[in-house]
C-alpha cells in the first residue's frame, strides 16, 4: 500500500511537500517517482528517483521541484517550491520494483493566483 500526504491549496509563490511511503511486503523497490494530472490533461510525469539516487524531471518543474528518498522507510518525498497556478493537479506516486508497479490513491495539490 501506498499511502500519500502532504497535498493542500497553496498562494502562488508558495512551497508544499508531499511524501509517499511504502507499507506492506515491498521489497527491492528500483524507481520511485510522482505524477500529476490535471483536469481535462493525460497523467505526466513530474519527477522520480532511482534506487542509486538519479533523477528525473519534467522540464516544467526543473529548479523549482526537488525529489527525494528514503530507502530505510521506503518512502519518497517531493519538495515544491516556486509553485505556479498550472501546477495545480491530482499528484500520484508511484513505485516499481521487480515484478511490480503500484500507484497512489492522489493527493490533490491546488495553487491559487
Known amino acids: 500500500e501506498l499511502v500519500e500526504s502532504g497535498g493542500g491549496l497553496v498562494q502562488a509563490g508558495g512551497s508544499l511537500r508531499l511524501s509517499c511511503a511504502a507499507s506492506?511486503?515491498?521489497?527491492?523497490?528500483?524507481?520511485m517517482g510522482w505524477y500529476r494530472q490535471a483536469p481535462g490533461k493525460q497523467r505526466e510525469l513530474v519527477a522520480n528517483?532511482?534506487?542509486?539516487?538519479?533523477?528525473n524531471y519534467a522540464d516544467s518543474v526543473k529548479g523549482r521541484f526537488t525529489i527525494s528518498r528514503d530507502n530505510a522507510k521506503n518512502t519518497v518525498y517531493l519538495q515544491m517550491n516556486s509553485l505556479k497556478s498550472e501546477d495545480t493537479a491530482v499528484y500520484y506516486c508511484?513505485?516499481?520494483?521487480?515484478?511490480?508497479?503500484?500507484w497512489g490513491q492522489g493527493t490533490q495539490v491546488t495553487v491559487s493566483s
Open positions: 508511484r513505485v516499481q520494483g521487480n515484478g511490480y508497479d503500484y
Open positions: 506492506g511486503s515491498i521489497f527491492s523497490i528500483n524507481a
Open positions: 528517483i532511482a534506487s542509486g539516487g538519479s533523477t
